[in-house]
């Protein structure tokens, strides 16, 4: 396999990959918003809401009652099937109830509602921790990858960067799938976002420190940072902390979705994960950076999944910030934690615009998967009529998965489900690029998302 040379900016990394993957498209980034608002930590909430379903897979089972006093960090849910993560409470106090919150994405779930009592691990020593430099690599082979996983799995960890699967199902020791390339995900290709940027500048040991964890956990061969060229201060700072370790900052080149898991594999490693199969599938376990510094937490201070840093970002609020901040707290807090909306604020979206839900409820809780509130303006909003598809292919260029979007989005409108499977309806990630250039302005990848909830209910019967 010829390997190609990256020039990194700040020195040159080798890797096979090109840095890049076929289509894909180059919305503007918009990260200027808040890509300079180092982390701010939030004051702890009065109270703290907590679904009992954060991840993929089943939800967990609360293994408290109303009125039970929790301590901070103690598990409130216990995640009791395979692909499951347990919850923790960031805050200590009373169970009040367990109740029902809609989150984002329209689904309805129980929730463990939690009000605030007694004393109180503040915030800020917690962000003090990540932050720190000292993440004692030296004591790292003392863990074996059973013990890794072990940790992993009581710390009630889940993919940050959006998708929340397990991640101790990721580095579970697998006969059947030996795992070569542990590939960290730094891009951050959505518009807007700057959580993962701000965590790798301001705290790059603690991602070093997982990366090395969970990639001795799956016992990879080659551990890759990877960050988009348009970074180039999160670059730097991974050089830096990666420096004497085996672990490898990886620059590809900016482009969306260039942070989804097959793009990432293509640009880096220049394989194909096959249709319907998983990295795995070829050798490859990725995880967001934001993740890894949970492994580092789990691993090493022995300390759940309780807090993460959402970006509150967008036209349409008033001081943009990327904000340290306990899971369970309600999104409203975090906008007026950010000096509330602006008068032409027009849409309210959880994560980024690309491949985020728009939302009004303001009382929804954060949470492990909130990497963002985008609050856009009605000029960022302001979008033509639906028209008749005029047959450009745009939708299909820019498709990252070679699919024909206008086809499964017309097998979606008249709900013929046999079709949308002969499509491969299944392998659509909802990237939304299709929908950013179809200059009919067909809301493509919402019919698509509607097609794929026909086919699972089909495939029910
Ligand atoms: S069909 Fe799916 S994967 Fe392809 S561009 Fe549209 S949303 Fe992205
Ligand atoms: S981009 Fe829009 S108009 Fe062009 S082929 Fe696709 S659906 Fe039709």
């Known amino acids: 396999m010829e390997r190609l040379e990256i020039m990194g900016i700040f ?11 076929p289509h894909g498209i180059h919305p503007p980034g918009n990260k200027f918003y808040s890509a300079g608002a180092q982390v701010e930590v939030i004051t702890v909430p009065d109270k703290v809401v907590l679904p009992l379903l954060q991840h993929i897979g089943a939800p967990c089972e609360p293994v408290v009652k109303p009125r039970q006093t929790v301590a901070c960090g103690e598990m409130v849910g216990e995640g009791q099937a395979f692909v499951s993560a347990s919850l923790h409470t960031p805050v200590a106090g009373k169970v009040k109830k367990i109740g029902v919150v809609t989150l984002p994405n329209g689904r309805h779930l129980p929730a463990i ?31 074996s990858p059973d013990e890794i996983a072990r940790l992993i799995h009581a710390a009630g ?70 960050i988009e060229d348009n970074k180039p201060e999160a670059i730097e700072a991974l050089e830096l902390a990666t ?17 989804s898991e ?27 950076v934001g993740t890894m510094a949970a492994v580092a937490r789990a691993v090493i201070k022995k300390g759940p999944l309780t807090h993460r840093i959402v970006s509150v970002t967008g036209g349409g609020i008033v001081t943009p910030k990327n904000i340290f901040t306990p ?25 980024g615009p690309m491949m985020g839900f728009a939302f009004s409820d303001l009382t929804t809780p954060v949470t492990k998967g909130t990497s ?53 309806i299944n392998a659509c990630f909802e990237c939304g690029s299709c929908t950013y250039v179809c200059p009919a302005n067909i809301k493509l990848v919402q019919l698509i998302r509607t097609g794929k ?9």
């Open 113 to 143: 509602e939690i009000k605030t009592e007694g004393e109180q691990q503040p915030c800020n020593e917690l962000w003090e921790e990540m932050t720190s430099t000292d993440w004692s690599l030296s004591t790292i082979p003392d863990y």
């Open 157 to 226: 960890i889940v993919g940050l960067g959006g998708a929340a699967f397990p991640t101790h199902v990721k580095v579970m020791p697998n006969d059947k799938r030996l795992i070569d390339s542990l590939l960290v995900n730094g891009c951050e290709c959505e518009p807007y976002l700057t959580c993962d940027y701000r965590l790798m500048k301001e705290a790059p040991h603690a991602i070093v420190a997982g990366a090395l964890l969970a990639g001795r956990a799956v016992s990879a061969k080659e551990i890759f940072i990877c």
């Open 327 to 351: 899971i369970g707290i309600s999104m409203g807090e975090l906008i007026d934690f950010c000096g509330g909306l602006t008068e032409d604020a027009a849409r309210i979206i959880a994560g």
């Open 372 to 424: 963002g509130i985008t609050i856009l303006t009605h000029a960022e909003t302001a979008s033509g009529e639906e028209t008749a598809c005029v047959r450009c292919g745009r939708c299909v260029e820019a498709c990252p998965m070679n699919l024909v979007p206008t086809r499964l989005a017309m097998a979606a409108r008249y709900k013929n489900t046999a079709l949308a499977r002969q499509y491969n």
């Open 453 to 461: 909830a026909q086919v699972a209910a089909a495939m029910k019967r």
């Open 262 to 288: 097959k793009q990432l594999v293509k640009a880096v490693l220049n394989l194909d994960v096959p249709l319907g199969g998983l990295p795995s599938d070829v050798g490859v376990a990725l995880s967001n």
């Open 11 to 21: 020195g040159s990394k080798e890797f096979p990959g090109t840095g890049s993957f």
């Open 243 to 259: 420096r004497n370790t085996v672990v490898q900052v990886a620059v590809v080149r900016t482009k969306y979705p260039q942070g």
